[in-house]
């Protein structure tokens, strides 16, 4: 989806370097979601955020960090990147109005850590 | 502990041919219900999404998928698949109670031959 950005598409680091992944959206969504994508885990998340003073853990949140910097922007942070965490990151929107939570995705960063 | 499974990690259907890419959950209470398609080199994409009422649920690109509770499985379906349908698919469950989160499968990546 157009309207959800991410940036880089792809990084390649070395073990213990600090990494920023940033997110922006057009959407005017206040929920917004970072996800891990690896083969046959499907996506788990790791961070999310119901607007800008709201920050809360999710299932695999170790060893990232995450920032909300605006309504529109969503950054999260290796603190000190691992190999295990190569990986396709995704950032992804929901609407506050919408109950059933549908969720609009980025392209997605894919991360290699050697 | 609530759960999403996609039981065939592939489908192959021919061309023309009517598709089936299963899901079962275990989740308690009524959720809402998802299916999300991931294109290469592209993030998810929501297709449809199962509210309440009619079993069999409309979506995007031809595709539609059939509720049935007693078996806790929501199964997406296409009458006559498309080469342009191969793609990674997503269920997923979102509960309405029990905290926020939306659960997704580990996918099941379907290929159509020509």
């Known amino acids: 989806d157009a309207d959800v950005t991410q940036t880089p598409r792809n990084r390649i680091t070395k073990t213990g370097k600090r990494i920023m992944l940033e997110c922006s959206q057009t959407?005017?969504?206040?929920?917004m979601y970072w996800y891990r994508q690896d083969p046959g885990l499907g996506l788990r998340l790791i961070y999310y955020?119901?607007?800008?003073?709201?920050?809360n853990k999710g299932e695999i949140s170790d060893g990232y960090s995450v920032s909300r910097q605006a309504q529109a922007k969503f950054s999260l942070s290796l603190e000190s990147a691992i190999p295990n965490q190569t990986a396709l990151y995704f950032c992804?929107?929901?609407?506050?109005?919408?109950?059933?939570?549908?969720?609009?995705f980025g392209p997605g960063t894919r991360l290699t850590v050697l | 502990a609530q759960s999403v499974a996609q039981p065939e990690d592939q489908v192959n259907v021919a061309e023309g041919n009517p598709l089936t890419v299963k899901c079962t959950y275990s989740?308690?209470?009524?959720?809402?219900l998802f299916w999300y398609v991931q294109y290469p080199n592209r993030g998810l994409q929501f297709l449809l999404k199962?509210?309440?009422?009619?079993?069999l649920v409309k979506g995007s690109y031809g595709f539609e998928a059939e509720f049935n509770k007693s078996q806790t499985s929501f199964h997406l379906k296409k009458p006559s698949a498309l080469v342009s349908d191969s793609a990674l698919y997503f269920c997923?469950?979102?509960?309405?109670?029990?905290?926020?989160?939306?659960?997704f499968g580990a996918g099941t990546r379907l290929f159509v031959k020509a």
């Open positions: 992804a929107t929901s609407d506050l109005r919408d109950s059933t939570d549908t969720q609009y």
């Open positions: 959407k005017g969504h206040d929920r």
């Open positions: 955020s119901f607007d800008v003073k709201d920050i």
């Open positions: 989740v308690s209470g009524n959720p809402y």
């Open positions: 199962y509210i309440t009422g009619d079993n």
């Open positions: 997923a469950v979102r509960p309405h109670t029990g905290g926020f989160k939306t659960i």
